[in-house]
């Protein structure tokens, strides 16, 4: 049988930039240990919970901390983005998520090492700064495929993956040792065909219409796709 080829004009995408996103909820801006580390410690300080899934940590102390976050803000294989809430009192940042596994050649980028303090976790805050990221991949750097990997045991990022319409693509197993235990990885991907659709289902939950006086959402993401 014979294969078809189709050409393309495709081009490689732009590696992403020390910029700031900035939304109704929430601001991004390029990870700073100086500036965002304080803040950080006091949002994640005595909450080793948070993380349990992820590369590295808890820390035993707030200069270890620092300097964990100094380290991941010079990455030159990832960009790390805090997280800084809008809000009345000074804005403080309650989390980052970086832009990893990097190949503007194909077309592909990866959101990881996404950690959320417990302040962060299930606000408008925390859903528009995936919405942020993946506009700016796909508008801004045009990139075709964006992918959220997680350990498959990891029932709570699973289901925070598949309410932000990224696509369960299956699980490879025995893929990473992380902590000095297996790891099996359920993959995700959302991509450019896919982002439309999302864009305005996003768009649609992060409308202030949506939520009542309480701040209590009236209806949920997946019902906007």
Same mark, same amino acid.
């Given at each position: ?117 417990? %302040?962060?976790?299930?606000?408008? !805050? &925390?859903? $528009?700064?995936?919405?942020? +990221? #993946? *506009? ?70 992060? %409308?202030?219409?949506?939520?009542? !006086? &309480?701040? $209590?959402?009236?209806?949920? +993401? #997946? *019902?906007?796709?």
């Amino acid at each position: 049988m014979k294969v078809r080829v189709e050409l393309t004009d495709w081009q490689p995408a732009r590696w992403p930039g020390a910029v700031t996103l900035d939304g109704n909820w929430v601001r991004l801006e390029p990870l700073d240990a100086a500036r965002h580390g304080a803040s950080l410690w006091r949002a994640v300080s005595g909450r080793d919970e948070v993380w349990e899934w992820l590369f590295d940590g808890p820390y035993a102390s707030e200069e270890l901390f620092l300097g964990a976050v100094a380290a991941k803000a010079a990455s030159e294989v990832a960009r790390f983005y805090a997280i800084v809430p809008h809000g009345d009192a000074p804005s403080e940042a309650l989390g980052y998520a970086s832009l990893m596994r990097i190949e503007p050649e194909h077309g592909v980028i990866e959101v990881g090492n996404v950690l959320f303090s417990p %302040a962060l976790q299930r606000t408008r !805050a &925390a859903t $528009e700064a995936i919405y942020l +990221l #993946a *506009s700016y991949v796909f508008e801004e750097l045009g990139y075709r495929r964006f992918e959220w990997k997680c350990n498959a045991l990891n029932l709570p990022s699973r289901r925070a993956a598949e309410r932000f319409g990224f696509q369960f693509e299956g699980i490879f197993r025995r893929h990473m040792v992380v902590k000095g235990k297996s790891r099996d990885t359920a993959w995700f991907a959302m991509v450019d065909e896919d982002w439309p659709r999302l864009r305005d289902a996003f768009e649609g939950w992060l %409308a202030a219409e949506n939520f009542s !006086a &309480a701040g $209590e959402q009236l209806r949920g +993401l #997946a *019902s906007f796709r």
